[in-house]
């Protein structure tokens, strides 16, 4: 499976942006994407993760409530909507996908295909 992720771009804080990550084939339902970022100098961080035959969300602290993850079975997509921008949103967003179970869901390690990334810049 390749991964492509894109909608990044520069939004002001409080703005929105929708990320996407098209995967090149359909995952089997056992399969999980994820959405990893990584700020400036600091260690890549799990972000959202949904399983591809749906039902299951779960989400950083720091985006719950603001960033919504979800898939169109049909496109082979995952969104990431992020609301309510901050600041320290600011960073790479990568999208990764593999079979995981749920105690290694915010694991880099768990997954085993990566997207390129997309930088979403958000200015205060």
């Known amino acids: 499976v390749q991964l492509q992720a894109s909608g990044g771009g520069l939004v002001q804080a409080g703005g929105s942006l929708r990320l996407t990550c098209a995967g090149s084939?359909?995952?089997?339902?056992?399969?999980?994407t994820a959405w990893f970022r990584q700020a400036p100098g600091k260690e890549r961080e799990f972000v959202a993760v949904?399983?591809?035959?749906?039902?299951?969300?779960y989400y950083a602290d720091s985006v719950k409530g603001r960033f919504t993850i979800s898939r169109d079975f049909a496109k082979n997509m995952v969104y990431l909507q992020m609301n309510s921008l901050k600041s320290e949103d600011t960073a790479v967003y990568y999208c990764a996908a593999g079979k995981v179970i749920a105690s290694s869901r915010t694991y880099q390690s768990a997954y085993n295909y990566w997207g390129q990334g997309t930088l979403v810049t958000v200015s205060s």
């Open positions: 084939r359909r995952a089997d339902g056992g399969y999980s």
């Open positions: 949904t399983r591809w035959s749906g039902g299951f969300t």
